[in-house]
C-alpha cells in the first residue's frame, strides 16, 4: 500500500483517474441492473473500471526503477514511466467513455480508434527506448507491432463481446455493417499510427528524457 499510495503522491492526474475508475466501477457492480437503459451493462463496465484502476498502479510494480542508477537515468526513467502512464490512462478514459454509451455518437468511436493507437505511439516508443536502453529505430518497429497487434486484437475483443455477451460493438448497432464497420477503424488504427511514427521520427534526437 506504501508503494501504491507513493505513485499516486508524484503523479496528480492519476490522483484522479484511478480513484474515479475503482469508484465508480464499485458503483456499477453494487447497484441495480434495473437503474440503467437495455444498453448499457453495469456489471461488465464495472468491472473494466476497477481493472483499469488495478492496471495504471500495477504498471509500477512490473516496471520497478533501480534505485542503484544515476540521478540522470532514474529522472528520465521516472519520466518516461508517469508518461506512458498518462497517456495509457487517457486512452482507458476514452474506452470507458464508450461503454458509458459514447460509442452511440459516431464521432466518438472513429477519434477513440484514431487516439489510441496515436497516443501509444508517442508514449510507448519513447518508454522503450528509455526503459531499455535500446536505439530509438528498434523502439518504434517493435511499438508498431505492439500497437498494431493491440488493435487487432481489439477488433477481435469487440466481436467475440457482441457474440458471448450480447453487446453491440461490432458494426452498427445490431451487427449491421460489420465489415465496414471494421475497415473503417482498421484505417483510423492505421493512421494512427503513421502520424504517431512521423512525430516520433521528425525529432532528429530522441526525447530528452
Known amino acids: 500500500m506504501r508503494i501504491l499510495y507513493k505513485v499516486l503522491l508524484r503523479n496528480r492526474f492519476l490522483q484522479f483517474v484511478v480513484p474515479f475508475f475503482a469508484i ?3 458503483f456499477f457492480v453494487v447497484t441495480p ?9 453495469p456489471r461488465l463496465t464495472g468491472l473494466g473500471g ?13 516496471f520497478p526503477i533501480d534505485r542503484n542508477s544515476d540521478l540522470l537515468t532514474l529522472e528520465r526513467k521516472h519520466r518516461s514511466l508517469t508518461r506512458l502512464q498518462n497517456y495509457f490512462a ?3 478514459l ?7 454509451g459514447l460509442y452511440r455518437w459516431a464521432p466518438y468511436d472513429m477519434i477513440a480508434h484514431f487516439a ?9 516508443s519513447r518508454f522503450i527506448y528509455r526503459w531499455w536502453d535500446i536505439p530509438l529505430r528498434t ?11 493491440a488493435s487487432l486484437l481489439w477488433e477481435l475483443t469487440e466481436y467475440t463481446s457482441d457474440h458471448l455477451l450480447g453487446t453491440n460493438s461490432f458494426g452498427d448497432e445490431g451487427g ?23 512525430l516520433v521520427k521528425i525529432r532528429k534526437k530522441p526525447w530528452p528524457y
Open 176 to 198: 449491421r455493417n460489420a465489415f465496414k464497420d471494421t475497415a473503417i477503424d482498421s484505417s483510423l488504427d492505421a493512421a494512427g499510427i503513421i502520424l504517431g511514427f512521423i
Open 90 to 92: 487517457i486512452s482507458l
Open 139 to 149: 523502439a518504434i518497429i517493435r511499438t508498431i507491432l505492439i500497437v498494431a497487434g
Open 24 to 26: 465508480s466501477g464499485l
Open 116 to 124: 489510441f493507437p496515436f497516443l501509444a505511439m508517442i508514449a510507448l
Open 33 to 41: 441492473e434495473s437503474w440503467y437503459p437495455e444498453w448499457f451493462f
Open 50 to 62: 476497477m481493472i483499469y484502476a488495478t492496471v495504471l498502479l500495477g504498471s509500477n510494480l512490473v
Open 94 to 100: 476514452l474506452t470507458y467513455g464508450g461503454t458509458l
